[in-house]
């Protein structure tokens, strides 16, 4: 069974801590790792699209890598409004669909 | 302004009722989707379209109907059957085939069973 696990599921940090969040997923055959933030009582946001190991992508605080097994989400000097959600995903075998992981929970305090 | 927009936000029903939730995009996007989310259980999805008259169950279909007559519109009901139907629901759209394309998300619709 295609499935996607979070770690870990809550993190606090200090403003200006960096930390990385994990991501493992199972497709064999990956046919795309996919990073969203998401506020409270909103839709998810896109952030990156991974597709092969080694491929790494950046934004602002924010950079993904992807290895065989599992991505990362490297969050460096993070500000406040850094804190939300953050969901990773993987398309399924058919590439028809995201399949979600239950997401970790960023809160940076100043 | 291009996107994927979401009606009601807010939904009350009754027990025994069936309601709809509207999405409609304006992307051009072939390809729909319905999610649910239940705290701490992350996004489950309920059914997607690739395309225009064509629909699939995703992994918790049941108690749940869509149809796909346009392209831009994919409503989604929640019969009384679904026995546990309060939730986040968030529609999302992306060009056909995941590969090199991104799926976006509307700004989702709370439904409350009172």
């Known amino acids: 069974e295609d499935q996607v696990t979070q770690s870990p599921e809550a993190l606090r940090l200090q403003e200006g801590e960096s930390s990385s969040l994990n991501c493992s997923y199972t497709?064999?055959?990956?046919?795309?790792l996919f990073w969203y933030r998401q506020d409270p009582g909103k839709g998810p946001e896109f952030l990156f699209t991974l597709y092969s190991a080694g491929e790494e992508k950046e934004k602002e605080r924010l950079k993904a890598t992807l290895t065989k097994k599992e991505s990362f989400l490297h969050i460096t000097a993070p500000k406040p409004e850094d804190s939300a959600t953050y969901l990773c995903?993987?398309?399924?075998?058919?590439?028809?669909?995201?399949?979600f992981g239950k997401g970790t929970t960023l809160s940076v305090s100043s | 302004d291009g996107g994927i927009t979401q009606s009601p936000k807010y939904l009350f029903r009754k027990e025994g009722q069936n309601v709809t939730l509207s999405c409609e995009q304006n992307l051009n996007h072939d390809a729909m989707y319905w999610y649910r989310q239940d705290p701490g259980q992350g996004l489950r999805l309920i059914y997607y379209s690739q395309i225009v008259n064509d629909f699939q169950k995703g992994d918790i279909a049941e108690g749940y109907s869509v149809s796909r007559e346009k392209k831009e519109s994919f409503p989604l009901t929640v019969t009384s059957a679904q026995k546990n139907p309060t939730a986040f629901y968030l529609c999302?759209?992306?060009?056909?085939?995941?590969?090199?394309?991104?799926?976006?998300f509307g700004e989702g619709s709370w439904l409350t069973v009172v």
């Open positions: 999302a759209s992306s060009i056909p085939g995941l590969s090199g394309n991104t799926i976006y």
């Open positions: 497709v064999s055959g990956l046919r795309g």
């Open positions: 995903a993987e398309a399924n075998q058919a590439g028809t669909a995201l399949i």
